[in-house]
């Protein structure tokens, strides 16, 4: 087989042993739905299953080989021969299979697992490639427990299966013990010493018990491994496996030489996806897909960053499939946070009294963990604040209305300092207290969207207001709040006309 010699493949076991995960099984159809996503997110290899643990998993290896046109679909056996035939069975629909046998290669897994000796070991590891080969071209053969591993009796090992047929030969630090240069090591011993060793491709499948996976595995393609077994989200048993997401960014962020056919921008989309089919939710500093991964709290980085984004990212969050980084508000956030958003909300800063904004934003920020957007248009619209720099304030709201009474409004304005009072008329109590803000500021405004919302719900709850106004062929929108609609509406109106006067 001709490969690339800088290409790192990427082996993806979330249908198999992220599912072995207690309560994260799926089912058949969840499974492709899964399979055709990371089919589109560019993996090499999916192991679809192990076909001689249940009627169910077979048929779902069946289904996937159906369903996966470019993706290899791959099927975990025990050195058996009855496992190997179940497992080529159910790969006989699939355009590039493959079947991925092997046995303990580690002293603790001859002596207490299979009450054995090496030389026999040996002998099931070679027979196994060879009747997995009378199936298909493609076998991967795994020594289990390989971190543990004797490295000369490994590499006689491994050399002897490749001899057999194998075209990948997997060293899994099965139960997550290696340091990374200890596993380095033990690929470059491999790379070193089997002669044949250029015939197959290494493969690492690191677990996460010591939380080391990613950095064993980076560790071994570093040394001449070039493919990695991995999941979606690092999920697996135990403290889980190598993160696909991890591995994929590490080797595009850093210069190694290495590449892999990865489209990162999937990655927030099929994390999201495998998260709610495996009711298996995503830690929030999680690297890559967390949901704080990209963003910013602390009011030093955020105003490093919003100088300069490189200075707190080495990723860019559209890379991984975000629209953009957070700038998440908190009593920790400094003014050049509270400005970004205010600008993102389409307020001019030249415009705002910031140091009264921040001041308010400070007391709200003390009573609340996390600031909403609702929460800065509450500061900047509620009518009795100085946010805006010589911007229209209410100072006085009345209003009559009723079944017998011509809707009136009376108001009192205060703008650069000095107070205009008006009244006027409408068709309803809104409508009155626009004309009354209109023959005081004496503008040609154009009403041309009006909606009311309640917060939360019931007859005493704070409405928001949103106004959508025209002036001089431009559109600008206004929010305002208050337990009064009618003061709610006068506030966004007003809100909409201090952002362009």
């Known amino acids: 087989m001709i490969h690339d010699p800088n290409k790192v493949y990427i082996f993806d076991t979330t249908l198999r042993d992220g599912e072995q995960v207690p309560g994260c099984q799926l089912d058949t159809g969840q499974k492709i739905v899964i399979a055709k996503a990371l089919e589109l997110l560019g993996v090499d290899v999916i192991e679809a299953g192990f076909p001689i643990s249940s009627p169910g998993d077979f048929q779902s290896v069946v289904e996937l080989s159906k369903a996966i046109k470019n993706p290899t679909i791959c099927a975990l056996t025990r050195a058996i021969k009855g496992d190997i035939d179940v497992a080529a069975e159910s790969l006989k629909y699939a355009k590039h299979p493959r079947i991925h046998t092997g046995i303990g290669s580690s002293d603790m897994h001859i002596k207490y697992k299979?009450?054995?000796?090496?030389?026999?070991?040996?002998?099931?590891?070679?027979?196994?490639v060879k009747y997995a080969k009378k199936f298909v071209e493609d076998v991967e053969f795994y020594a289990e427990d390989?971190?543990?591993a004797d490295n000369e009796f490994l590499a006689q090992m491994i050399e002897a299966v490749i001899a057999a047929g194998a075209t990948v030969v997997n060293i899994p630090d099965t139960n997550?013990?290696?340091?990374?240069?200890?596993?380095?090591?033990k690929i470059l011993y491999l790379k070193e010493n089997v002669k044949n060793i250029d015939q197959a491709i290494i493969s690492v499948h690191c677990h996460n018990d010591l939380g080391l996976a990613t950095a064993n595995s980076i560790a071994g393609v570093v040394n001449g491994a070039r493919q990695i077994e991995c999941t979606i989200n690092g999920i697996g048993e135990r403290a889980g496996n190598t993160a696909l997401e991890e591995v994929s960014m590490i080797l595009k962020t850093h210069s190694l030489g290495l590449h892999t056919?990865?489209?990162?921008?999937?990655?927030?989309?099929i994390s999201g996806m495998v998260s709610r089919m495996m009711h298996m939710p995503v830690q929030p500093n999680k690297a890559i897909v967390?949901?704080?991964?990209?963003?910013?709290?602390?009011?030093?980085?955020?105003d490093g960053f919003l100088k300069h984004r490189e200075n707190y990212e080495i990723i860019n969050p559209e890379d991984v499939g975000l629209n953009s980084a957070d700038i998440i508000l908190t009593a920790r956030s400094g003014r050049h946070a509270l400005k970004h958003h205010l600008e993102r909300l389409d307020y001019d800063i030249e415009k705002i009294n910031i140091d009264d904004v921040y001041e308010r934003f400070l007391i709200l920020a003390d009573k609340k963990k996390d600031i909403t957007d609702d929460d800065l248009l509450f500061l900047m619209s509620n009518g009795e604040t100085e946010s805006y720099k010589n911007g229209y304030k209410l100072n006085l709201l009345q209003v009559v209305?009723?079944?017998?009474?011509?809707?009136?409004?009376?108001?009192?304005?205060q703008y650069d300092g000095v107070e205009k009072e008006a009244k006027a008329e409408g068709n309803g109590p809104v409508d009155a207290t626009i004309n009354a803000i209109v023959s005081i500021i004496d503008k040609n405004i154009t009403l041309k969207e009006f909606t009311i919302q309640a917060m939360h719900g019931g007859s005493d709850d704070v409405s928001k207001v949103n106004m959508k106004v025209d002036f001089e062929g431009k559109s600008f929108v206004g929010f305002g709040f208050s337990t009064d609609i009618v003061k709610a509406s006068a506030n966004?109106?007003?809100?909409?006309?201090?952002?362009?006067?």
């Open 290 to 302: 967390g949901k704080n991964a990209f963003a910013h709290s602390s009011g030093i980085h955020q």
């Open 261 to 269: 056919g990865i489209n990162s921008k999937h990655f927030t989309e």
């Open 176 to 185: 997550g013990y290696c340091m990374p240069d200890q596993y380095g090591s």
């Open 492 to 501: 966004a109106y007003l809100d909409a006309i201090n952002k362009f006067l």
């Open 146 to 148: 390989a971190g543990r």
């Open 114 to 128: 299979f009450n054995s000796t090496r030389e026999k070991i040996l002998e099931r590891a070679v027979e196994a």
């Open 401 to 413: 209305c009723g079944d017998q009474e011509k809707p009136t409004a009376n108001i009192k304005l």
